[in-house]
């Protein structure tokens, strides 16, 4: 069974960290590009950032720039959001999403073009209090 399970999600005080998990299991981790998404009420998905397992090659936001890092334990088949210098508008329930196509999560995070993807996880909830 396919699963990509997010971890690390929590309630801090704006300027707080917090470092996501995402544990993928059920298909062969190598050659995926994985990404963040998040989704606050009210508003449109936004792509965070994502790696590629492949190579490393990382792409962020610009909302989340110098803030966030993304990063890959390809042994474990996980990748992790550390999220520093955490605002109120940070808030938002965190979802990752694994394809092998590294353009799609380009468009998303990049362009704001939200994409398809081959395998999605439930997500975990990060609210940041002023």
């Known amino acids: 069974e396919v699963q990509l399970v997010e971890s690390g999600g929590g309630l801090v005080q704006a300027g707080g960290s917090l470092r996501l998990s995402c544990a993928a299991s059920g298909f062969t981790f190598d050659g995926y590009v994985i990404g963040w998404f998040r989704q606050a009420p009210g508003k449109e998905r936004e792509g965070v950032s994502c790696?590629?397992?492949?190579?490393?090659?990382?792409v962020y936001a610009d909302s989340v720039k110098g803030r966030f890092t993304i990063s890959s334990d390809n042994a474990k088949n996980t990748v992790y959001l550390q999220m520093n210098s955490l605002k109120p508008e940070d808030t938002a329930l965190y979802f990752c999403?694994?394809?092998?196509?590294?353009?799609?999560?380009?468009?998303?995070?990049?362009?704001?073009?939200?994409?398809?993807?081959?395998?999605w996880g439930q997500g975990t909830q990060v609210t940041v209090s002023s």
């Open positions: 790696i590629s397992s492949s190579d490393g090659s990382t």
């Open positions: 999403a694994a394809d092998v196509r590294f353009y799609k999560f380009y468009a998303a995070v990049v362009g704001g073009r939200d994409q398809t993807y081959e395998y």
